[in-house]
């Protein structure tokens, strides 16, 4: 009888996962659609509040220091986006993300690559967001090939996964929905600086690589 339950648990298990997984690839297939489709919108940091908090402290000196390294960062990073090919591209500063999460798209200023404002009006299904920084540790990754390889001759996982409590943090270029919630799997939904150990990636690197996942997750 024991053994009749254990059976029927393990179809139940099997059944459940293949449902989940077809029903994550129908999700993902849909995104992909709509991004190509739509617009990514890539988030520059604009340290505003740091900046903002200097001049009330009274170093306006510092504050203008920041503000023109991070116009410099943020210039390097939006001709890094020449390197996106996949479909439209805008930008926006950070400052407006709340905006953007709460759906309030009219207060939010975009502009091109050659920093000019654009008015315009997004579908809400049609418009993803793409930031820099460290991916949230609730997700798990592929490892890279060559010891993906060595792993699979030892019996070895070709997963690394970061939950929640680990102080790794992994630099990536992601990309999250309009509600700022982080793509899943099997969207390709990011790329990281460090996909080896001792290997730093540019950020044009970066997105020309996240820009053929793109693609070749668009053509299967």
């Known amino acids: 009888m024991?053994?009749?339950?254990l059976i029927m648990l393990i179809c139940v298990f099997s059944f459940s996962f293949g449902q989940n997984r077809k029903e994550r690839k129908s999700i993902a297939?849909?995104?992909?659609?709509?991004?190509k489709g739509g617009t990514l919108l890539v988030r520059l940091s604009s340290k505003k509040q740091i900046i903002e908090l200097l001049k009330e402290k009274g170093y306006p000196k510092k504050a203008a220091y920041y503000k023109k390294q991070q116009e410099?960062?943020?210039?390097?990073?939006?001709?890094?986006?020449?390197?996106?090919?996949?479909?439209?591209?805008?930008?926006?500063y950070s400052h407006f993300s709340d905006s953007i999460k709460k759906g309030k798209l009219n207060s939010v200023t975009f502009f091109?690559?050659?920093?000019?404002?654009?008015s315009l009006t997004l579908d809400t299904n049609g418009f993803f967001i793409a930031a820099i920084g460290d991916l949230p540790k609730n997700?798990?990754?592929?490892?890279?090939?060559?010891?993906?390889?060595?792993?699979?001759?030892?019996?070895?996982?070709?997963?690394?996964?970061?939950?929640g409590g680990s102080n790794l943090s992994v630099k990536s270029l992601y990309i999250m929905d309009k509600n700022?919630?982080?793509?899943?799997?099997?969207?390709?939904?990011?790329?990281?600086?460090?996909p080896m150990i001792l290997t730093t990636l540019t950020t044009e690197e970066v997105v020309e690589k996240?820009?053929?996942?793109l693609v070749e997750f668009y053509e299967k």
């Open 210 to 213: 996240l820009n053929e996942k």
């Open 139 to 163: 997700y798990d990754y592929e490892i890279s090939d060559s010891v993906a390889v060595k792993n699979k001759k030892k019996g070895l996982s070709t997963k690394k996964d970061y939950q």
């Open 29 to 35: 297939k849909n995104q992909i659609v709509n991004l």
């Open 72 to 92: 410099e960062t943020n210039k390097e990073i939006i001709k890094a986006f020449n390197q996106y090919k996949f479909g439209k591209k805008l930008f926006f």
């Open 180 to 194: 700022l919630t982080v793509l899943e799997k099997p969207f390709p939904f990011y790329q990281r600086y460090h």
């Open 112 to 118: 091109n690559d050659s920093l000019e404002q654009v």
């Open 2 to 5: 024991k053994e009749i339950l």
